[in-house]
């Protein structure tokens, strides 16, 4: 089995083999990081429901801000807590990776904590989108439906 130890100043920072998967390896190169990087995106969104459920509202969201024509620090604010909610829910799905290779399929109280805290994590996050649209997005839709009543 060869390895590539890699060298700097002196020290070794890292060991890595050859012969291991692509997944357990030392990312070449940042295309290589953002390929990994994407890899998790697209496995979250084949596998977990809630992470497409976000995407589908985070897009609507943003289609919702380019036709009220919002002004682009409002749709950064938007666009910062999709952000959050997905970042967390990605997360939340690696925490709950581990936590299942570290347990199996033995229940242990420490395992459903952990997950329940990440799951915790994402509830919360999305309460505060759920905010922001209220705030940002609910005036603009209802204020030109009150001047037509009145």
């Not at 890292?14 to 496995?43: D, E, H, K």
């Not at 904590?113 to 005036?139: E, Q, R």
Request: with cysteine.
């Amino acid at each position: 089995m060869s390895q590539k130890v890699l060298v700097t100043s002196g020290n070794k920072i890292a060991v890595t083999s050859l012969s291991c998967p692509r997944f357990y390896q030392m990312a070449v190169s940042l295309l290589n990081s953002f390929r990994y990087a994407w890899a998790g995106i697209v496995y979250a969104f084949q596998t977990q429901r809630n992470f497409r459920i976000h995407t589908a509202v985070g897009l609507s969201a943003i289609a919702l801000s380019g036709l009220l024509k919002l002004p682009p620090v409002e749709v950064a604010v938007i666009v910062l807590t999709i952000g959050l909610v997905m970042g967390l829910e990605l997360l939340n799905t690696a925490l709950e990776a581990v936590v299942d290779l570290t347990v199996g399929k033995e229940y242990h109280d420490l395992a459903r904590i952990a997950k329940d805290c990440a799951a915790g994590a994402v509830l919360l996050s999305a309460i505060a989108a759920v905010g922001v649209a209220m705030a940002l997005l609910v005036p603009p839709l209802v204020y030109p439906l009150v001047g037509i009543l009145w």
